[in-house]
């Protein structure tokens, strides 16, 4: 079974640890993504019926520069998963940001990921996704969990992070 991981940086950073994942995994996700540019990614390595699509966006979708409207999102997240079909979904929910390390423009931007992250986990809830709550995951690091432009994650993070994917991972694969 194949591991395909779609969205943004908190996947696409991941790269010395996808052994850690499973025996064959690609790597499709780009930095900067939206939930708009899900489905390309998919499309790109042909996610079909023998593969774990893990997913995780919504953290460039809430950002100032792009302030994707949430029913947007969920209509992109609605159309990847009516137009992928893996064998099962992975969602792996945004982290969050570590809003001290944040410019004023973001204050509250955890109150406005909370929002993305509950439409991922419905619409991808609803596909069968196996969660990875990824701010519970990480909560005890605090701010160690992010390096300092307090939206990508750190080491720390990821140490945290890429096991609890690739027992949701497991648990997807059956």
Same mark, same amino acid.
């Given at each position: 079974m194949r591991i395909v991981l779609l969205g943004d940086s908190h996947l696409a950073r991941i790269t010395d640890d996808l052994d850690r994942l499973g025996d064959d995994v690609v790597n499709a996700a780009v930095g900067g993504s939206v939930a708009a540019d899900v489905l390309a *990614?998919? *499309? &790109?390595?042909?996610?079909g019926p023998r593969d774990v699509a893990v997913v995780s966006v919504g953290t460039n979708d809430a950002a100032p520069w792009n302030e994707v409207d949430p029913d947007d999102f969920r209509v992109q997240l609605e159309r990847l998963v009516e137009s992928v079909q893996p064998y099962r979904w992975v969602h792996v929910a945004p982290p969050g940001v570590d809003e001290l390390r944040m410019e004023p423009e973001m204050d509250g931007a955890n109150g406005l990921l909370a929002r993305y992250q509950r439409v991922g986990g419905v619409v991808l809830g609803e596909a069968g996704a196996e969660l990875v709550d990824t701010p519970r995951v990480i909560a005890r !690091?605090? &701010?160690?969990?992010?390096? @300092? @432009?307090?939206?990508? !994650? &750190?080491?720390?993070?990821y140490a945290l992070l890429v096991p609890a994917i690739a027992d949701a991972v497991e648990d997807a694969a059956g």
């Open positions: *990614q998919a *499309q &790109s390595v042909g996610v !690091l605090g &701010s160690e969990a992010f390096v @300092d @432009d307090g939206v990508h !994650l &750190s080491a720390a993070g």
